[in-house]
């Protein structure tokens, strides 16, 4: 399912790409690239292994205007402390945890064939122990990553199962685990509670006056303490009044106030 | 469950020195280790008596085994901190310090202290240093509303440090507007 998504996005985007370069004359963006990929290729004869991650950045490039060359790693520590901030989901990073996975994989790899070759120096034998150990750092961050989302799934997993919006922003296989964590808790419910009451009340999504919903929701209204990582478009606070962040600004604002910033990388939660 | 319970409302120290040693730091390498690709990006040669950009936690890693010596950032001296807190005592503002010096400096001062020099003065003066700050992050919750607060020059373990009872207070704040709002 995954897979099929992937490669829907990248036809699509590819096409897209291809239609606005067409129409108009190429942005700045656009030659910033090229110059990625030159760089990408004096790399290949230095270091093979790196080559691969660096087209990968490249792509990363089109999609993030204001991350560019940002590392892989700090890009996906800049998520995991937006997605642990965060009161409401986030927009999974599949192509970046692809890559990051894909990465490790390879990485791995080189491990296990020095390992397994007799001949190997004691020197090589220490660089092993280093490239493991971050190894084993980027797991538990990765983890940690989507333990965080699988936690916020279950939280409000009958709010996902009826809210398409939230839907688009994660996975498949998170979509699934909500579904089937919905259908597990509305069951529980039922067995031990609703069944019995009559039958005006015995529903979870009724709305009765007074009182606040039943189904659990992101409460967006909560403050977060946002780090600005460029000059950033005003945002309209709660009172009324406007924010305009300069570069490297710091403040406590809603959630709601700055969810775009978050989504265009204009800012991190911290 | 997916999230233990401790790790649910903030983040804890731990994993904030855990990015903060992500950050570079120059060592004296006391063995030799070729150019190594990592995930992270590529580092050495390590040659020694050369110095050498490392991540932090590789430094300490190496310092753990006693294979390299490593050289304190430039703000990690007695005359640049003694100046913030002498800035910091007199002004009414946050000073600028790098925004994950306290992980750093607790993570060098931990593993290196006989790297760095005047390691117990150093200790004292950061000790210092954080008080100051902590009483300034006090006062700026007399200015909280439900809106908006900025708090420039904070720094990350600080952020961390007043994050539960800011947040806390400004959701008060909030559903008190809420309540007023209809009144009005």
């Given at each position: 399912?995954?897979?099929?998504?992937?490669?829907?996005?990248?036809?699509?985007?590819?096409?897209?790409?291809?239609?606005?370069?067409?129409?108009?004359?190429?942005?700045?963006?656009?030659?910033?690239?090229?110059?990625?990929?030159?760089?990408?290729?004096?790399?290949?004869?230095?270091?093979?292994?790196?080559?691969?991650?660096?087209?990968?950045?490249?792509?990363?490039?089109?999609?993030?205007?204001?991350?560019?060359?940002?590392?892989?790693?700090?890009?996906?520590?800049?998520?995991?402390?937006?997605?642990?901030?965060?009161?409401?989901?986030?927009?999974?990073?599949?192509?970046?945890?692809?890559?990051?996975?894909?990465?490790?994989?390879?990485?791995?790899?080189?491990?296990?064939?020095?390992?397994?070759?007799?001949?190997?120096?004691?020197?090589?034998?220490?660089?092993?122990?280093?490239?493991?150990?971050?190894?084993?750092?980027?797991?538990?961050?990765?983890?940690?990553?989507?333990?965080?989302?699988?936690?916020?799934?279950?939280?409000?997993?009958?709010?996902?199962?009826?809210?398409?919006?939230?839907?688009?922003?994660?996975?498949?296989?998170?979509?699934?685990?909500?579904?089937?964590?919905?259908?597990?808790?509305?069951?529980?419910?039922?067995?031990?509670?609703?069944?019995?009451?009559?039958?005006?009340?015995?529903?979870l999504d009724d709305t009765p006056i007074f009182m606040p919903p039943m189904v659990t929701e992101p409460d967006k209204s909560r403050a977060v303490f946002v780090h600005a990582l460029k000059q950033c478009p005003p945002v309209i606070l709660p009172d009324g009044s406007s924010l305009e962040m300069a570069k490297d600004h710091i403040s406590l604002v809603p959630f709601s106030a700055v969810e775009n910033l978050i989504l265009r990388d204009e800012v991190e939660l911290v | 469950m997916s999230l233990p319970q401790s790790l649910r409302t903030s983040v804890i120290p731990e994993e904030l020195e855990m990015i903060a040693s992500q950050e570079l730091v120059e060592v004296i390498p006391l063995i030799a280790m070729e150019k190594?690709?990592?995930?992270?990006?590529?580092?050495?040669?390590?040659?020694?008596?050369?110095?050498?950009?490392?991540?932090?936690?590789?430094?300490?890693?190496?310092?753990?085994?006693?294979?390299?010596?490593?050289?304190?950032?430039?703000?990690?001296?007695?005359d640049y901190l003694q100046d913030r807190l002498t800035r910091e005592t007199t002004l009414p503002e946050f000073s600028d310090l790098p925004f994950r010096f306290a992980e750093i400096s607790r993570l060098l001062l931990d593993a290196a202290s006989d790297d760095i020099p005047n390691s117990d003065k150093l200790r004292l003066v950061l000790k210092d240093l954080r008080e100051a700050r902590q009483a300034k992050s006090r006062e700026g919750l007399q200015q909280l509303d439900h809106s908006e607060l900025s708090l420039p020059n904070l720094c990350s373990m600080e952020i961390n440090e007043i994050r539960p009872f800011f947040i806390r207070s400004m959701g008060i704040f909030t559903q008190l507007q809420r309540t007023t709002q209809p009144q009005e």
């Open positions: 399912m995954a897979d099929w998504d992937e490669e829907y996005n990248r036809t699509f985007g590819a096409g897209q790409a291809a239609v606005a370069s067409g129409s108009a004359p190429p942005a700045n963006p656009f030659l910033e690239r090229i110059r990625d990929v030159a760089r990408d290729d004096d790399d290949i004869d230095i270091d093979e292994l790196m080559a691969p991650a660096g087209i990968q950045a490249g792509l990363f490039d089109r999609t993030g205007s204001s991350t560019q060359g940002e590392p892989p790693i700090q890009q996906l520590i800049r998520h995991w402390m937006n997605e642990r901030h965060a009161p409401d989901i986030l927009p999974i990073q599949e192509q970046l945890l692809a890559s990051i996975l894909d990465h490790i994989r390879r990485q791995s790899d080189a491990v296990q064939l020095i390992r397994s070759d007799p001949g190997a120096s004691q020197e090589e034998h220490f660089r092993i122990v280093l490239v493991q150990t971050e190894i084993e750092r980027i797991k538990f961050i990765v983890r940690s990553y989507l333990r965080t989302r699988l936690f916020k799934i279950e939280k409000y997993a009958r709010y996902i199962v009826s809210n398409v919006d939230i839907q688009t922003r994660i996975s498949a296989s998170e979509r699934a685990y909500a579904s089937k964590q919905a259908k597990i808790l509305d069951n529980h419910f039922w067995v031990t509670v609703l069944q019995s009451l009559p039958e005006a009340q015995s529903h | 190594t690709v990592f995930i992270s990006g590529e580092f050495g040669p390590l040659r020694p008596p050369m110095k050498s950009k490392i991540p932090l936690w590789m430094a300490l890693n190496l310092k753990l085994k006693k294979k390299c010596h490593i050289v304190a950032p430039e703000w990690l001296n007695i």
